[in-house]
């Protein structure tokens, strides 16, 4: 399953909403899962919505 995580995940502390979207990516890749942080394939099949302020530093997506 190939999943779109609308976060970008920063290295070192920066609050729960990063560790969230850290963990599950590598839970998610090491289960044999693709992660991605943009929409840019035709194939997507979960895109998970984790931070949906366009002003936040962290939001992956705009949509």
Do not use: Y
């Not at 970008?8 to 289960?31: T, V, Y």
């Amino acid at each position: 399953m190939k999943v779109s995580i609308g976060t970008n995940i920063k290295e070192g502390p920066w609050g729960g909403g990063n560790l969230f979207a850290k963990n599950l990516s590598e839970f998610l890749a090491s289960n044999g899962h693709e992660v991605r942080t943009d929409l840019k394939d035709d194939d997507i099949d979960l895109i998970l919505l984790t931070e949906p302020r366009r002003t936040s530093e962290s939001s992956a997506l705009h949509i």
